[in-house]
């Protein structure tokens, strides 16, 4: 795992808005060089990341490609989501967050 030699896996995941599992698998697919299965904005941020681009750089890369957010309360959120959104039921919480957005007008 060269790429993630320079930024954490955890890092990654809040920057990317995927999984860690999700990242594990792309890492694992891009250094045995099985770049097919990988989506291509992620394969460019792994390259960037083994040629040794500066923190700043990568993280303007992910903030127009993955809509990364710098913003913590939404950050955790997006975490927790992507951490366990095969065990939420993500419509309801659509649901809810679109009614708050309303009450909130």
């Known amino acids: 795992m060269a790429i993630t030699s320079n930024i954490t896996i ?3 995941s809040r920057l990317t808005n995927k ?6 698998k ?7 060089g099985d770049l097919d299965g990988i989506p291509h904005a992620l ?4 390259k960037m ?3 040794g681009k500066g923190r700043e750089q990568i993280k ?3 903030l127009n490609h993955f809509g ?7 950050r ?14 993500l419509e309801k919480i659509r649901k809810l967050i679109e009614k708050e957005i309303e009450h909130g007008k």
Not at 76 to 89: A, F, P, R
């Open 68 to 74: 990364a957010t710098e913003d913590k309360d939404v």
């Open 76 to 89: 955790n959120i997006t975490q927790l989501l992507n951490d366990h959104k095969g065990e939420l039921d």
């Open 49 to 51: 990341l083994e040629e």
């Open 60 to 62: 303007d890369y992910c």
């Open 10 to 12: 955890t890092e990654l």
């Open 19 to 24: 999984s860690r599992p999700t990242l594990y």
């Open 43 to 46: 394969v460019n941020l792994f």
């Open 26 to 32: 792309y890492v694992g697919a891009y250094d045995a």
